[in-house]
C-alpha cells in the first residue's frame, strides 16, 4: 500500500482521539475554574454566573485551540523544522493565552456587572494570562507527542507492510517453477507415443496435466503436506522416465510420520530436476535417484540422492538450488539448510532440514 | 542412401525413422544411443548420411565427430536452437530442430541426394575432418589443411582463410589424417606435402620447406632423411 508522508501528517491526530481529548481536557479545565471562581467568590447566589463564565472558558478554550488544531495540521505547521516550530508556537501559545485571559477578564465583569476599571486589573490578567500559558503549554506539548507517537506507529506499519511486499514478490519470483524445456521434451516424446503407445499417450497427458495444476495451485508462499509434494513428485518422474527409460532408477524412503509435515511446495521438485540434469542425464548408463524423508526430534530432513559426482563440491549450485535457498532464507530465516555433498558409493545428496516447530511464515 | 540415427533417446529414433519411412530411397542401417557406439557403427556400416544428436550423455555428438578420421555427411538434430546456430556454422549439410518437421526433413534429404549423386562420379569420396576451437565448428576436406602447428596445449590448424586454435595435441590430430597426404616435419609442424613448393638444404644434411603459401618449416634431421626418401631427391 502507498502512503505518502504529506497525507499521513495530514491525518494526524486521528479524529475521534482528537476530539476525545478536546473535550475531556477542556471539562476538566472548566471544572477546575469553577471551583477556582466559586472559592473566590464564596457566593452560592452567583453559582449560576460562575458555572456560565468556566462553561464560557471552556469553550473558548476548545475554539481556541481547535484554531491551533487547524493551524498545526492543515498549515502544514506540524512539518516544519523544529527550531521554527517551536517559535511559531511560543508566539501562538503567547498570543492565544493573552486572548483568552482578556476574553475571560471581560466575561467575567461582564457577569458580574463590573466597570470596565475593575476588569482590567493588571494583578488579575498576569494569574489569568499564566495559568492559561501552562494550559497551552502543556496542551501543544501533548498534541506534538501523540502526534509523533502516531507517526512513528504508522511509518513502522508501512515499513513492515512494505517489508511483506518484497518478500512476497521475492518468494513469486524463487518460486518452484516447472522447466519449460521439460515441457518442451514431454511434447516431443508425447508426440512419438501418441503413435507408439496411445494408451500410455494418454496417461501421459494425465500425469502432465496433474503436474501442472499442483505448480499452478499452490501459493507459493504456503505450505503444502509432503504427502502432495510426493504425489505431483511421482508424476513428474514418470514423465521423466518416458525420456530416461531404464536409464533411470527410482526409489523411495518417505517416512509414514512425515507424509503429513507441511513443506515448501515444489522444493523436492527442485532437488530431484537437480539430480536428473546434473547425474543421471550426464551419464550414459543413467543411474538412481532416492527419495527420502524423516522425522527428527526438531526437524523435518528431505534428502534426494543421485548417481553422479560434485565437480565442485563447495559452490555446485544452479540457477535451481541457488532459489530454493533464498525461499527456505525467506521462509525460515536461518533455521532450514540445503545442503549439497558428496554421499558415499559416487552419489550425490542435496538434504534440505526444515524445522517443525511453527514456522515464521513472512505474513 | 544408407542412414545411421544417433539419438541417446529411443522415443527420438523412433520417431525420425517413423518420419524416414515415408522416403522410399533411405535405409535406416543403424541406430545408436550414445557416442562411442555411433563411431563404431560409422566406421564399420560407412553410412551416407548421419542424423546426430548433438546434447548426449558422455560424448557428445560434437565429441564424436572431433573423434573420428573421416567425418560422413551430417545431418543436426536438437532440441535448443543455440546448437542450431553453431550446427550451422558447422558447415554441415543441415540441421534439424526436434520436433522434427517433415517438409524439413525432406529438404534435408534433398540435399543428401544431391551431394551422394556428386560423390558418386568420383572414385572415392574424399575424406573430412571435423574441427572446433571454443566458438566455431568447421567440418574440413582433409586435403584442404595446409600447415599443423603445435603451441603448447594446442594445435593450430591452417585451412582456407582460417587457422584456429585447437584444444588437441599435434599427436592427436596426427592419427586422424592421412599419413599418405602429411608429413611430421619436426616435433611442432605437420605439413601437406602437396602443399611443398621448394625444398632447400641445411647444413648438415638438414632440409626447409617453402610452402605454396610462401611459410617456411624447418625439418627435423631425423626427418629429413625421410622426406628425401619420400619425395627421391
Redesign the interface.
Known sequence: MEVNPIQLAASLPRGSLYWRCQVFGWSAFSAFEFAFVMAFWGDQARIVFAAAFTGLVGLEGVAGTHLFHLLLRDRGWVRLPPKILAVRLAAGIFSLAALFSLLALFTRGFLAHAPLRQILKPMDFFVVFAIRMVILVIWTALYVAIHELQLRRHTERRALRLEVVVQEAQLRGLRGQLNP?FF??C???L???I??DPRRAQKMVTQLGGLLRYSLRADQSELVPLADEIRALEDYLALES??F?ERLQVHWDIAKDAQSIRVPPMLLQTLVENGLKHGI????QGGEIAIAARLTEANVELEVLNSGELREPASGAGIGLRNARERLGLLYGDRATLVLQNGNQGRVSARVTLPLAPFEVAR | MKALLVD?????R??LR?LLEEHADVVVVGEA??GEDAAQKIRRLQPDVVFLDIE???QDGLELLEDLEDVPPVVFTT?YQEYAVRAFEVSALDYLV??IVPERLSAALDKVRKLTSESQAMPRRPRHVFLRDGKHCWIVLMHEIRLLESVGNYTRVHFANNSPLIYKSLNTLESRLDPNLFFRASRSHIINLQEIKSVEPEAEGGLTVVLASGVKVMISRRQSRTLRNRLSL
Open positions: 524445456h518442451f521434451n511434447l516431443n516424446n508426440r512419438e507415443l503413435a507408439e518416458i525420456r527409460e542425464a550426464r551419464r550414459p | 541417446d533417446e529411443r522415443l527420438a523412433a520417431g517413423r544411443q550414445n548426449m550423455p558422455g532440441a526436434k520436433p
